[in-house]
């Protein structure tokens, strides 16, 4: 999938293998993305701990 999109803008061939390792040379992989809530407070974890040892 992703090969082929990049052949076509390229014009380079990549096996899935080097494709992951120049993803991972930028920091990205091919999970799945997940969005971050931005009203979720910083200490989100701490409060959800202390509310449930109550």
Do not use: H, T, W
């Not at 082929?4 to 494709?19: H, L």
């Not at 991972?24 to 910083?42: E, L, Q, T, V």
Request: net charge positive; charged share 30%.
């Amino acid at each position: 999938m992703y090969n082929c999109s990049i052949s076509k803008k390229f014009g380079v061939e990549y096996s899935a293998k080097q494709i992951r390792i120049i993803l991972s040379g930028f920091g990205m992989n091919y999970a799945k993305p997940y969005s971050f809530d931005y009203r979720k407070p910083k200490d989100a974890e701490y409060i959800l701990k202390k509310d449930c040892q109550k």
